[in-house]
């Protein structure tokens, strides 16, 4: 069975700090990856997602992931975080042509000015 | 523009009712879903339908039943409601491709059982 690991559960920064949030996960097969964000009180967003290619995905508001395969890891970062990121960050996964998404447990990011 | 709406947002009730949960999509998806996420914010898929049929039902009490009228509305009816199912209930949908898909996520509905 498919699983995602998130290590860090809670992650606190000073604002311009550098960002890196893990997450593993556990498949053999090919798969899609995705990092979601959830602002406070606030529905999921997509942040980036990788299907294949680069495995350096560039997303919004200055995240990246970098897929390593060998590693089954899509860690999510950022060069310098700020306030407004504070929020709940989940790195999913799904099978290749399959519609069931996994989560992983999230990270709260707590961004201090 | 609302690409994923779900009504109501806030729904506070007393355990044994039955109550119902509303998803549109306008994105012209196949396929909804339906999320539980517990208070420790774990995010868990219930069911998925494509094209208005069942693809995919976690193991969810049956006083869970989706229906979806067409493909895109997908509705969650929740009968005999008990403390444990206060959550945050996530609608989603895609659009099947053979690269891969990408779930949009509606605001929430947020269930308070008391």
């Known amino acids: 069975a498919q699983s995602v690991s998130q290590h860090n559960h809670h992650v606190i920064l000073s604002e311009a700090a550098s960002l890196e949030l893990g997450c593993n996960y556990s498949?053999?097969?090919?798969?899609?990856l995705f990092w979601y964000v959830q602002y406070p009180g606030q529905h999921l967003q997509l942040l980036l997602k990788y299907f294949s290619g680069d495995p350096l995905v560039k997303g919004i508001k200055g995240f990246e992931a970098e897929f390593i395969k060998s590693k089954f890891s899509f860690n999510l970062r950022k060069p310098s975080v700020q306030w407004s990121d504070t929020a709940e960050y989940f790195c999913a996964v799904n099978a290749r042509n399959t519609d069931k998404l996994i989560f992983g447990t999230g990270t709260r990011l707590q961004v201090f000015p | 523009d609302t690409a994923v709406s779900q009504t109501p947002k806030y729904l506070v009730t007393q355990m044994g009712n039955d109550k119902s949960i509303k998803c549109e999509q306008n994105l012209g998806h196949d396929t909804m879903y339906w999320y539980k996420q517990d208070s420790k914010k774990f995010l868990k898929i219930m069911f998925s339908?494509?094209?208005?049929?069942?693809?995919i039902n976690e193991t969810v009490p049956n006083r869970f039943s989706p229906k979806s009228p067409d493909k895109a509305h997908l509705n969650l009816h929740i009968n005999s409601l008990e403390l444990g199912d206060s959550a945050v209930y996530f609608c989603?949908?895609?659009?099947?491709?053979?690269?891969?898909?990408?779930?949009?996520f509606g605001p929430g509905t947020r269930l308070l059982v008391l």
């Open positions: 498949y053999g097969g090919t798969v899609n």
């Open positions: 339908y494509n094209n208005k049929e069942l693809i």
């Open positions: 989603a949908s895609s659009q099947r491709a053979p690269e891969g898909e990408t779930q949009y």
